[in-house]
């Protein structure tokens, strides 16, 4: 038997002959009864070695001699042609020779590990630099160190509500699959304690930084972000925020942009238009995300009116909710 592969358009199949044949194996299910022949199963165990084949012809009279086996009589054509009307090679020829798209150039992702969130004595939460050099004893901490492992610490000298908001915002984490978290185990570290067996694996989970021009708040003091406007392709500042936002202002046939520094989001109402919000997204990327001074952990994301519900680091700046 003659295979001759090379990467040609799909001509024709029929009865008599198969050509330029683009065959994905995973795509294939075989239901017809000749799939079970000796002949049928020589050639595709013989075709069939790689991912991907490309058969450009057969030597018919090898075909022609398996048709001597008894039962085999006319199930060769019958199961190819059966095969032609099943997949459609056309496609699958569109999706072999399709660009891949380009890769994000943006630095930023939506999650990180470790990823260290920060909850203040008046219980505001916000992702600060993961390092041991900021946890202190006015502060409880989520620590999402891995997929699959959390850590939360409670400062000697913090509030019941601090205490409380940390254990609720990392059940919520939890249970809404932020940051990529899955079947997440929780480690509980209360420095009022003198014994904490988890103590070492919390500071082991951080990451030692080496001095960068970034910084760990571009924002003066009181100030906590930024809300804009995406309007006519511009980004319009709104309001210098100092507390956390009224949820109402967000209107749904909008797209806003909250910067926190080190956390930053692209809100889309349901009413407003996909192209728009996707001209936003680039916009910020090359615009208030382009400088070197922001935080390499600063956490980028583009969130819709009704999922931003699940997340709870974005639902946390807010009130009204």
């Known amino acids: 038997m003659c295979f001759h592969a090379s990467v040609l358009p799909v001509h024709s199949l029929n009865q008599f002959s198969l050509t330029a044949l683009y065959l994905p194996i995973s795509s294939l299910k075989f239901t017809h009864s000749s799939s079970q022949s000796p002949a049928f199963l020589f050639y595709f165990n013989n075709c069939f070695k790689d991912r991907h084949t490309i058969i450009t012809s057969l030597d018919m009279s090898d075909l022609d001699a398996n048709r001597g086996i008894k039962g085999n009589a006319g199930k060769h054509e019958a199961t190819l042609k059966g095969l032609a009307e099943k997949v459609d090679f056309a496609s699958q020829r569109a999706n072999l020779d399709a660009k891949p798209k380009p890769k994000d150039s943006c630095r930023f992702k939506d999650f990180y590990y470790p990823t260290l969130i920060q909850i203040d004595p008046s219980t505001s939460s916000t992702v600060i630099k993961p390092s041991n050099e900021l946890i202190n004893s006015q502060n409880c901490y989520i ?10 610490y409670f400062g000697s000298e913090t509030s019941n509500a601090q205490r409380a908001k940390t254990r609720e915002l990392n059940q919520f984490i939890i249970a809404n699959f932020n940051n990529g978290i899955k079947n997440a185990k929780v480690c509980e570290i209360d420095e009022k304690f003198k014994s904490n067996r988890f103590m070492n694996d919390f500071l082991n989970s951080l990451t030692e930084f080496e001095e960068s021009v970034e910084k760990e708040t571009g924002f003066e003091d009181g100030q906590i972000g930024i809300f804009y406007k995406f309007e006519e392709g511009q980004l319009v500042e709104m309001d210098v925020l100092k507390g956390k936002l009224d949820y109402s202002v967000l209107e749904t046939d909008q797209i806003y942009v909250l910067d926190f520094w ?7 109402g349901k009413k407003a238009n996909l192209g728009l919000c996707k ?16 935080a390499s952990w600063t956490i980028f994301k583009r969130t819709s009116e009704g999922m931003d519900m699940k997340e709870g680091l974005f639902r946390e700046k807010f009130s009204g909710i």
Do not use: H, M, P
């Open 279 to 294: 001209q936003c997204v680039q916009l910020v990327k090359t615009g208030i995300l382009s400088g070197e001074e922001r």
């Open 262 to 268: 080190t956390e930053c989001y692209v809100w889309k």
């Open 143 to 152: 620590l999402i160190a891995s997929q699959s492992q959390i850590y939360t």
